[in-house]
């Protein structure tokens, strides 16, 4: 089993299946071909080049009156060029609302309505 491109799969899937009759597929040929197929999917889905996740934290306790959230490590990019998931809830796990008002590569400041808590992920784009 290998991962393999797009390219690659349609070779085989091609050489080994076709419509003139003249290519046999046993189920061990079948078999084989799935796995690569799978592997190579999965590796797509999985891609560190694809979503590469900078940081995440659960449970941040934040103040309504604001609170800047310093990343543990510099991420070495612009503010704008992560993605920022937040969810932001209250003791009670009821959603808060809120707003970030900055975004650098090594903070953000967040508002929340009440004192609460985030989970947070940076995700590069």
Not at 19 to 24: E, Q, R
Not at 48 to 73: D, H, P, W, Y
Not at 81 to 87: D, K, M, P, R
Request: proline content about 1%.
């Amino acid at each position: 089993m290998s991962a393999k491109s797009t390219t690659a799969l349609k070779v085989e899937n091609n050489s080994t299946i076709n419509t003139n009759g003249l290519n046999a597929i046993t189920g061990h040929l079948h078999n084989v071909m799935n796995d690569d197929m799978i592997d190579s999917m999965v590796n797509k889905v999985t891609d560190i080049n694809l979503c590469r996740q900078i940081e995440c934290k659960s449970n941040v306790s934040i103040m309504a009156s604001g609170s800047s959230i310093i990343f543990t490590n510099d991420i070495g990019i612009s503010g704008s060029s992560y993605a920022l998931l937040i969810s932001c809830y209250d003791s009670a796990g009821n959603n808060v609302d809120y707003k970030v008002t900055l975004r650098t590569n090594h903070y953000f400041t967040i508002y929340p309505a009440i004192n609460c808590f985030i989970d947070y992920s940076a995700i590069k784009v």
